[in-house]
């Protein structure tokens, strides 16, 4: 399918596990973002990567890894998961230079919950 | 803090009548761009305006920008029970791609 998948949708894990959360485009954008939102926050970035092999923390970045080993992937690890990382995490993608501006096109999301 | 701010946070209207949304940022932009977020979902694009645009215009949205006092509006106008969603304004700052989103306005439109 065309677009910007995230899998899985709902997440429950328990407190020090390890989580994947996976981010896959179909656009081929140079640019994919993490973001999470949560009550109160609104969205907060968490990382961001401007191509392969590019990534760069965003504003929460602690307790998170990501890597970007192909342009259409970009998937985000919570190393040991805790209670505080419960929360709605939203992919985005974009193609800076375009003329359409900065315009990001989010995944549908993923529910984590940490017990 | 959020860069972008938006006002009101919750507004409540009947169909048919219109829906303002403010929202104010601190530093300079490129541009400032409004999504939607229906419940459950992933945040849709809107509408861009540019720092040198004063007002666009698309279908029943009309965007405001005064650059001088940081701030922008998003008129929705006629609206529609479908309409319910939060809206959140997000500002480009030239920082590599990235937008800094404000913490959004939650619409309710009944019908």
């Known amino acids: ?115 | 803090s959020q860069q972008g701010e938006e006002d009101p946070q919750a507004l409540s209207i009947q169909e048919g009548e219109n829906a303002t949304m403010n929202c104010s940022y601190k530093t300079s932009i490129n541009n400032l761009q409004w999504y939607r977020q229906n419940s459950g979902r992933g945040l849709v694009h809107l509408i861009l305006i540019r720092s040198n645009e004063r007002e666009k215009h698309s279908g029943r949205l009309r965007v405001t920008l005064d650059t001088s006092k940081k701030s922008s509006s998003l008129l929705i106008t006629a609206s529609r029970a479908a309409d319910t969603a939060s809206y959140f304004c997000a500002t480009d700052t030239n920082q590599g791609g990235k937008l800094i989103f404000g913490q959004g306005t939650e619409l309710s439109v009944k019908p």
């Open chain 1, 1 to 115: 399918d065309a677009g910007i998948t995230q899998s899985p949708r709902y997440k429950i894990t328990e407190t020090g596990r390890q989580v994947t959360l996976m981010c896959h485009q179909t656009w081929s954008h140079s640019y994919m973002f993490w973001y999470r939102q949560d009550l109160g926050h609104g969205l907060r970035l968490i990382y961001y990567s401007a191509a392969a092999d590019i990534t760069d923390k965003g504003e929460v970045p602690d307790g998170y890894v990501v890597s970007r080993s192909k342009t259409e992937n970009f998937p985000l690890t919570l190393e040991s998961a805790t209670r505080s990382q419960t929360s709605v995490y939203f992919c985005a993608s974009s193609e800076p230079w375009t003329g359409g501006g900065d315009t990001q096109y989010f995944g549908p999301g993923t529910r984590l919950t940490v017990l």
